[in-house]
C-alpha cells in the first residue's frame, strides 16, 4: 500500500527520477514553457518550486542549495537573475499546468507548463478561425502556403495552354486539310 508516500515513481528508478525531473526543471527555467506529459509535468511543480522560493532570497547558500537540485550553473543563474525579480512579492504558485490533449504516437495526455510570470506570448493555434474535429490529427491536410500557391499558379495559365483547347485546336487543323483533299 501506498500510505503516506509522496509523489510518483514515473515508472523509473529512484536516480532515474531525480535526473529527470532535473532535466525538466533546467529545460522550464530556460524556456519559461515546455511541453510534456502530464504526469511529469505534475511531478514537476513540487519539485521546482520550492527552488523558485529559495531564488526568492538571493544569498550563497541558497545558490549552493538550489545547485544542488539542479546541477547546472546557467540554470541556476537564470533563476536567479531574471526569474527572481519577475516572482517579486508573489507568495507561491509560480508554475500553471495547462492540458493540452493527447500526443498521437501512443495517446499520451500532454500538458504544458509554464512559469505564470512569463506568459507574455499568446497561445499558438488560437487565430486560426478553423475549429479541430476529433478525426485525425490533420498531418494529410495541405498547408495554407501550399494551398495558396496552388491557386495563384492556376491564374496565371493561359486558356490557350490547357490541354482540352490544345486538343481542339489540333482537330481544327486536321480537319482543314481533310476538306481541302475531298
Known sequence: ????????KLGRTNTHRKRTLQSLSNALIENK???TTLPKAK??????????????????????????HLQNKQ?????????????GDRPGGYTRIIQAGRRSGDGA??????LVDF???????????????RRGS????????SSSGAQQDAPEADAGDS??????????????PRAATA
Do not use: C, W, Y
Open 119 to 133: 506568459n507574455d506570448v499568446p497561445p499558438e493555434g488560437g487565430s486560426s478561425g478553423r475549429s479541430r474535429t
Open 109 to 114: 495526455e500532454l500538458a504544458l507548463i509554464e
Open 33 to 35: 514553457r515546455i511541453t
Open 43 to 68: 511531478a514537476l511543480r513540487p519539485f521546482v518550486e520550492p527552488l523558485i522560493t529559495r531564488a526568492k532570497e538571493d544569498t550563497e547558500h541558497n545558490r549552493r542549495q538550489v545547485f544542488r
Open 163 to 176: 490541354p482540352a483547347s490544345a486538343a481542339s485546336e489540333e482537330t481544327d487543323e486536321d480537319a482543314e
Open 75 to 87: 540554470a541556476v543563474r537564470e533563476l536567479f537573475d531574471e526569474v527572481r525579480p519577475r516572482v
Open 138 to 145: 490533420g498531418k494529410g491536410r495541405r498547408s495554407e502556403s
Open 1 to 8: 500500500m501506498r500510505h503516506r508516500k509522496k509523489g510518483k
